[in-house]
């Protein structure tokens, strides 16, 4: 699978932004697929998966309630609506993709599939 993130700007605290990660190659629909960040010199961190039928979303604390991920699997794209933006999430937000949902949500590496990061900067 191939992903390929975008979306990502410059917002202002309180702003929303709704990024989107599409796929090709491997069937889509066959994947669990999640969020991560990296902030500069932080440690990249699980924000947001969702189950292969769609019917279960797992989130990280910080963003419960603020961000929500969803996928659409006839255009082989998975989304996360990001609403309430705070300074600190900016990051680095990456998409991936594994047959594990468990992996998904408590991994932060090892997953079959990574795409490139997009960049989400929030001023105050």
């Known amino acids: 699978v191939q992903l390929q993130a975008s979306g990502g700007g410059l917002v202002q605290a309180g702003g929303s932004l709704r990024l989107s990660c599409a796929a090709s190659?491997?069937?889509?629909?066959?994947?669990?697929l999640g969020w991560f960040r990296q902030a500069p010199g932080k440690e990249r961190e699980f924000v947001a998966a969702?189950?292969?039928?769609?019917?279960?979303?797992y989130y990280a604390d910080s963003v419960k309630g603020r961000f929500t991920i969803s996928r659409d699997n006839a255009k082989s794209t998975v989304y996360l609506q990001m609403n309430s933006l705070k300074p600190e999430d900016t990051a680095v937000y990456y998409c991936?993709?594994?047959?594990?949902?468990?992996?998904?949500?408590?991994?932060?590496?090892?997953?079959?599939?990574w795409g490139e990061g997009t960049q989400v900067t929030v001023s105050s």
């Open positions: 991936a993709a594994d047959s594990s949902l468990i992996t998904i949500v408590t991994m932060t590496h090892g997953m079959a599939y």
């Open positions: 190659g491997r069937t889509f629909s066959n994947y669990a």
């Open positions: 969702i189950s292969v039928s769609g019917g279960s979303t």
